[in-house]
């Protein structure tokens, strides 16, 4: 693999602030150098930094075409470019499978980037932090939190000059310490993460620590905290155009409303989720339509609804993905030991090491599935997944003993 190297990444992080500033301006120039002839590597950086746009508006897919292109184009070595340039493609071809719930071809694209760039990459960094989404994806709370601690330390130094990846990183750490602590342990990285979009002038980014802050003060009973959280996060969504965060935004009011209001607000989730073809948020907003029609004593639609939840989360491949984030545990490893040892022993630790991930991996599962039994609704899929995880560990285990 070739070196990233900081001119890349500085490149990256300078167009990365004119397009979170002002998007609007930005994109009918990239769109401009996209078609300059004689300049490749110029167009395919723009092309990225429209990319970077779009994403955030739900319309990712419109260049699906250029970037399967532009990567295709770079690994037959035509136009310049390096590994670490068709890296940074197939990380952006990762995130819009994920966003539309395509989530083996993303845990493929976001292999393939872990494959071709540097450990210390921005693109790198930014793929543990998509199989992290995955982690999240199946329930595997703790072991998303797990990836994201390879994603900063890999990333190392140069973290504190990247606000971007700053509040991508603490507001998915936010995600997984709310889920696996509980809301107050969220709240220090949800600060870090606003403080750090601010810094990138990145609105998307603040108007998600808003988001969630508002989802942890749900869970801790402050309804009134949540409701005024959660519509100041859809006015920011708004403005910035950020679309899949106004399909959550509205989910969540929709959990805090009651009656004809709550089934607006659902109604109003599933059409941004339409629109932006995330498999997975329409899911989410089937299943709150299914629920709200059933309290209605509407049963006919709320079977469908229900029916329609189970089709899309079926689409999502979320079956095949423990055993493909299981095939990427090459990629966990320490970025600079800090001792030299034999190789005997570097393997001896490197087995315990795997077998005590296993271990904690097992034990997240195990609580994780008593939480789901104790709940009042119980729903088959997540049962389902988690057993799935824990056959996957228990046999990775069993692998480890017979070495």
């Not at 971007?164 to 969220?186: D, E, H, M, V």
């Not at 005997?344 to 630790?349: G, I, K, P, T, Y």
């Amino acid at each position: 693999m070739s070196s990233s190297g900081p001119a890349i990444d500085n490149e990256q992080t300078r167009w990365e602030r004119v397009v979170m500033r002002h998007p609007g301006l930005a994109l009918p120039r990239l769109r401009v150098l996209m078609r300059r002839r004689g300049d490749p590597a110029s167009a395919r950086l723009a092309l990225l930094g429209a990319f970077f746009i779009l994403e955030r508006w739900g319309r990712a897919a419109e260049l699906q075409d250029e970037l399967q292109a532009a990567l295709q184009q770079l690994r037959t070595k035509k136009g310049g470019g390096s590994s670490n340039e068709a890296a940074d493609f197939s990380e952006a071809l990762g995130r819009l499978h994920y966003q539309r719930g395509d989530y083996v071809e993303a845990c493929n694209a976001w292999s393939q980037t872990l494959d071709a760039a540097t450990d210390d990459s921005r693109s790198a960094c930014l793929a543990r932090i998509g199989l992290a989404h995955l982690c999240f994806a199946l329930g595997d709370w703790a072991r998303g939190g797990r990836v994201l601690d390879q994603a900063e330390l890999h990333y190392g130094k140069r973290l504190s000059r990247d606000p971007y990846l700053r509040a991508k990183i603490a507001l998915n750490r936010a995600a997984s310490l709310r889920a696996t602590t509980g809301p107050q342990a969220a709240l220090t990285a949800l600060s870090e993460a606003l403080a750090a979009a601010r810094e990138a002038g990145h609105h998307d980014y603040q108007a998600e620590a808003t988001w969630q802050n508002a989802r942890c003060a749900r869970d801790s009973g402050d309804a009134a905290q949540a409701l005024r959280l959660g519509q100041d996060a859809l006015a920011l969504a708004q403005r910035s155009g950020y679309r899949w965060l106004q399909s959550q935004a509205a989910l969540l009011l929709s959990e805090l409303s009651k009656d004809d209001v709550a089934l607006g607000w659902a109604g109003q989730a599933l059409t941004l989720a339409e629109a932006i073809q995330s498999r997975a948020l329409q899911a989410a907003a089937h299943g709150r339509l299914a629920d709200l029609m059933q309290e209605h004593g509407e049963f006919g639609p709320s079977w469908h609804h229900q029916q329609q939840r189970k089709r899309l989360e079926s689409t999502l491949g979320q079956s095949q993905l423990p055993a493909q984030l299981e095939a990427l545990a090459r990629f966990d490893t320490h970025p600079e030991p800090s001792v030299e040892r034999t190789s005997s022993d570097a393997s001896l630790v490197l087995d315990l090491d795997a077998a005590m991930l296993g271990l904690q991996s097992v034990a997240d599962a195990g609580s994780q599935m008593t939480e789901i039994l104790n709940r009042e609704h119980i729903r088959r899929d997540e049962l389902l997944s988690l057993a799935t995880q824990i056959q996957s560990e228990v046999e990775r285990l069993r692998q480890l003993l017979r070495q």
